[in-house]
C-alpha cells in the first residue's frame, strides 16, 4: 500500500514557475513507477509526466516537454514536477500516481493522491 501526498500548488502568474512534490508512504517507494496528471475543470484526466522507479527513464505529454521536469529522490520517497513557463491553460488540480505498466493511462496505474490546485492568471 502506497500513500501519496502532493504539495505546492497555488496561484502564479503566467510565465512563472512552481514546484510540485508528491511525497509517499511505504517502504516500497523506490519500486514504483510514478507520474503525474492533471484535469481541468470540465475535461478529463490527462497524462503530464513519468518516471520509472530508478529515474533513468522520463516520458512527457506534448503540452510538457520543454516547459516541465519530472524528477524523484527515492530516499526522501518523493517525486517532484518542477513546472517553468506556466500558461493559464495549465490550470488544472495537479495529481501524482505511482505503479503502472503504461505510463500514459491513468487506470494503468494503482495509487492515487488528492491532487493539488495549480492556477496560471493571464
Known amino acids: 500500500q502506497v500513500q501519496l501526498v502532493e504539495s505546492g500548488g497555488g496561484l502564479v502568474q503566467a510565465g512563472g514557475s512552481l514546484r510540485l512534490s508528491c511525497a509517499a508512504s511505504?517502504?516500497?517507494?523506490?519500486?514504483?513507477?510514478m507520474g503525474w496528471f492533471r484535469q481541468a475543470p470540465g475535461k478529463s484526466r490527462e497524462f503530464v509526466a513519468y518516471?520509472?522507479?530508478?529515474?533513468?527513464?522520463?516520458v512527457y505529454a506534448d503540452s510538457a516537454k520543454g516547459r516541465f521536469t519530472i524528477s524523484r529522490d527515492n530516499a526522501k520517497n518523493t517525486v517532484y514536477l518542477q513546472m517553468n513557463s506556466l500558461k493559464p491553460e495549465d490550470t488544472a488540480v495537479y495529481y501524482c500516481?505511482?505503479?503502472?505498466?503504461?505510463?500514459?493511462?491513468?487506470?494503468?496505474?494503482?495509487?492515487w493522491g488528492q491532487g493539488t490546485q495549480v492556477t496560471v492568471s493571464s
Open positions: 500516481a505511482a505503479a503502472t505498466s503504461n505510463p500514459r493511462s491513468a487506470p494503468s496505474y494503482e495509487y
Open positions: 518516471i520509472n522507479w530508478s529515474g533513468d527513464r522520463t
Open positions: 511505504g517502504r516500497t517507494f523506490s519500486s514504483y513507477a
